[in-house]
């Protein structure tokens, strides 16, 4: 199986692309592992499998990129949700409907893929803006709380939050947001950057080393890491704005702890 091309990886602002069809699938006929990635795929919807992909997958925190697949013969795809095969490693699998159940995609055809970029971009600004926080508060308290380090994070637009080993206190928040408000307004920049092991260590960020074989990857294959211009450096697969300032406001709405980890939450109002 040859993996599906992340082409949003390598160029996050690519909004429409062309790209050949290698599978046409209904959910119904998808083994359980993958039928069940998309809760909300009704049987008789399907699954579009492409040589290459601008839609981000569900994953990393990040929601999935949506929006249509058109080909010349005038089949259309609307993209409901797009998730990584369990079953096929590195195989994307794009859920949802031909609007004419008789005019689907065959194989080998060109189609052409069009982002929803308002979502795209409400999601990237959430990402970003993850990362930003998340900098922020390891610059503020990890020589202040024991314990401290980085975890998870959820950048869902109704979820948004960063979980930190240690306890943060309430009297943090405010103190949080003033260091969020000025990496915001300082425009940082926010670049894409491919390191080995070695880039890392030559960084003094060894604990950022990801388990490659975990994730799927070759040995002399590269980690894709989004740096934010004089703060913070993370592995990452997501898609970015290109500056802290394009993230726009962002507020701290509370800190909670629990079983010694706290998670701090943002909106973007």
Known sequence: MTRTLLAFQRN??????????????QVVSLEEADRGLSKQAQDDDH???????????????QPSDVGVMEAESGATFNVHMVRMAATKQDEVLHF???????????????????????????????????????????????????????????????SAACEFLGLIEGKWKDAIQEKLDAYIAKDMPVEIDWWDEADFKSKGLERL???????????????????IIGAEAYPC??????????????VVKKISRS?????????LP
């Open 12 to 25: 996050g602002h690519l909004a429409t692309l062309q790209v050949a069809v290698t599978a046409v699938r």
């Open 47 to 61: 699954v579009v499998v492409t040589d290459a992909t601008i839609f981000h997958p569900q994953g990393g925190g």
């Open 96 to 158: 949802g409907r031909f609007t004419n159940s008789s005019a689907v995609f065959q194989l080998g055809q060109t189609v052409t893929q069009t982002l929803d970029q308002e979502k795209r971009l409400l999601y990237s600004r959430y990402h970003t803006a993850g990362h930003v926080l998340g900098s922020a508060v390891r610059h503020l308290l990890e020589k202040q709380v024991e314990g401290f380090d980085e975890t998870k994070a959820s950048h869902f637009p109704d």
């Open 209 to 227: 080393i990801q388990d490659r074989k975990a994730m799927g990857m070759a040995d002399d294959e590269k980690f894709r890491v989004v740096k």
């Open 237 to 250: 697969g997501g898609t970015h704005v290109d500056s802290t300032q394009l993230c726009g406001k962002t």
């Open 259 to 267: 079983k010694g980890t706290s998670r701090v939450s943002y909106n």
